[in-house]
């Protein structure tokens, strides 16, 4: 398939699906329909284990997905932690997403702590669209100097496995209450200065070249692209019934390791 219509696809596909699944902290791997496993959920969740019966149970803790069972889960409350992916170079993507990385979690109905997680990218890359009252004022930032590199020094931050670990960058933001996080992410941009482009959330039918997702996300390695690392997000993108949890089955060697979850 033409990577383009792929990903214009998945930009639908992602915009609509993003404010119905569930997080599921510390659940490894949910089980595919022909295994048996357990899976484990911090908060509680709305969960249809039998695609023929209602949304009857609402369940927390340790939950058996009985074998030949598709499981789906609708979100109750707000995910714990939301990760917002970044390509900088549209035109000549290698989709790794991971050239701006941020994660935000919720401190209090009007507190959002916002944290650049990793910079997969050489050129300038400026960052905007942060709505309410920043504490340390990334807007209008270029991201490497936030992590005190100056530009043109050419690293890649938290993107490969055989470098040193940089702690993220971090902020309080205040907001209005009761924004909902994905909201609050969706209105996040980056300038590339180098090139002059700015990559924002995707309208409907255009390729995506920013993503958000309600988990602690593993984003891809340096240079691997995303539909590597995780091969169920192909599946997905053509139909959108299967396969809706694609973020949770990855190829290790592909992604970086998640430095946020018990895993
Ligand atoms: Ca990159």
């Known amino acids: ?114 944290s650049i997680i990793a910079c997969g990218a050489h050129d300038a890359l400026v960052l905007g669209g942060i709505q309410g009252t920043e504490e340390k004022s990334f807007n209008g930032k270029e991201v490497h100097e936030l992590f005190g590199y100056q530009y043109g020094q050419k690293v890649f931050i938290n993107t490969e496995k055989n470098t040193a670990y940089k702690e993220p960058v971090t902020e309080i933001v205040t907001v209005e209450k009761n924004l909902r996080m994905d909201d609050f992410l969706k209105s996040i941009y980056i300038e590339n200065r180098t090139t002059g482009q700015t990559i924002k959330m995707p309208q409907k039918g255009e390729a995506p070249h920013a993503i958000i997702v309600p988990t602690s996300f593993r984003y891809p390695l340096e240079k691997k692209s995303i539909t590597d690392a995780y091969p169920d997000l192909l599946t997905w993108a053509v139909n959108m019934n299967k396969n809706k949890f694609w973020y949770l089955y990855w190829i290790d060697e592909l992604v970086y390791p998640d430095k946020f979850s018990d895993q």
């Open 1 to 114: 398939m033409n990577k383009s219509i792929l990903f214009a696809m998945l930009s639908i596909l992602i915009l609509t699906s993003c404010s119905k699944i569930a997080t599921l902290e510390n659940t490894p791997r949910l089980p595919s329909e022909a295994e048996e496993a357990i899976a484990y959920f911090e908060k509680k969740y709305d969960v249809k284990i039998d695609p023929n019966q209602d949304w009857n149970s609402t369940v927390s803790g340790q939950v058996k997905i009985p074998k030949n069972k598709a499981i789906e889960v609708e979100r109750v409350s707000e995910a714990e932690a939301y990760t917002m992916c970044f390509e900088d170079h549209p035109q000549t993507a290698d989709y790794d997403m991971n050239d701006i990385v941020l994660r935000t979690t919720r401190l209090s109905e009007d507190k959002i702590q916002l």
